[in-house]
């Protein structure tokens, strides 16, 4: 029975060699395709073995240098107290752009540009987008301008790895900067108060800048955060409860207390909150986003340079 099995292994395992011998021979005898051959293009957004996908914000080409050049500035002045220097979302709680479905699905501003005339409610626990009404001419060169950086941003959203390049932005009058500040900053402001020596605290005058647009101390990201909206909570027996406000929509409202508890209450039906009152030390900055000039702007920054 053993020499039996044997044998029987041994026919089989010739079977296995001679099947792959007529396979190589098959292979070998193959008419290899001519070189003068032009094999078909891979299709858009194809991925070969060693090269990386071919995302739709690289297919798009760019629009004009200059076009580009002054979508850039605009950005700047209405959009990166927002959204950021670098797209990826500023102190103002704007999202991400470099990952953002609209903007990657847009091709020549159809998207991008009813949302900056027209602004956008608050989503996913962010601020509102306020309409910023600006000549048509303005909002296509913001949306070039965007589009021009996510066609060389990095890996996993990533910005651009050039640096930026610093910009004279002391450009304004200190005069008319003061006037505009006693109009409209002095109620919750003081040059001689909370703002005495801003000017020594800042890294820049562009650090400068962002710091009033914002909202925030002056000085480098750390020491530079944002203050914390807070909210107090009435509940249905009439006790209250206050923290940093988490989330808050028609439905709920989360918070996180001073000794770190993380509480929701609904806003909704029999067991709803009495009432919701929201602090929010930014207001006021975001409000004056969609009111002051560029003019202004340069100006308050010019007087608040002169503040050491």
């Known amino acids: 029975m053993s020499k039996s099995y044997g044998w029987r292994a041994a026919g089989f395992v010739c079977s296995i060699a001679a099947l792959l011998l007529m396979t190589s021979l098959g292979v070998a005898q193959t008419p290899t395709p001519s070189p003068s051959a032009n094999p078909k293009p891979a299709a858009a957004g194809s991925v070969g073995i060693f090269n990386q996908a071919t995302f739709p914000d690289r297919q798009r080409p760019l629009g004009n240098p200059a076009v580009i050049a002054r979508g850039q500035a605009l950005f700047g002045i209405n959009c990166k107290a927002c959204h950021g220097s670098d797209l990826r979302g ?6 991400n752009l470099l ?20 602004g956008r409610p608050a989503a996913n626990g962010g601020p509102p987008m306020p309409a910023f009404p600006l000549p048509l001419a303005d909002d296509e060169a913001i949306a070039e301008y965007i589009h021009s950086v996510l066609a060389k941003k990095a890996n996993q959203g990533g910005p651009p790895p050039e640096p930026g390049k610093p910009l004279n932005i002391l450009v304004g009058n200190p005069a008319r900067g003061r006037a505009y500040f006693a109009a409209h900053c002095a109620n919750c402001h003081s040059a001689d108060g909370d703002l005495k020596g801003i000017a020594s605290r800042a890294t820049s005058p562009m650090n400068l800048q962002d710091s009033w ?38 439905f709920n409202v989360s918070l996180t207390t001073a000794q770190g508890q993380y509480l929701s209450f609904t806003r909704q039906g029999a067991d709803a909150a009495r009432s919701v009152d929201v602090q929010d030390p930014l207001a006021a900055h975001r409000q004056m ?18 503040l050491k």
Request: net charge neutral; glycine share 10%.
């Open 90 to 95: 500023g102190d103002l709680g704007g999202p």
């Open 99 to 118: 990952r953002s479905q609209l903007v990657l699905a847009d091709q020549n501003g159809e998207a991008i540009i009813p949302v900056i005339r027209k």
């Open 213 to 250: 647009v914002a909202g925030r101390s002056p000085g480098r990201a750390a020491s530079g955060a944002s203050p914390k909206t807070m909210v107090r909570v009435m509940l249905k027996d009439g006790s209250t409860v206050a923290g940093t406000l988490r989330h808050i929509d028609d």
């Open 289 to 306: 986003l969609t009111q002051y000039t560029d003019q202004d702007m340069h100006d308050v920054t010019a007087y608040l340079a002169t």
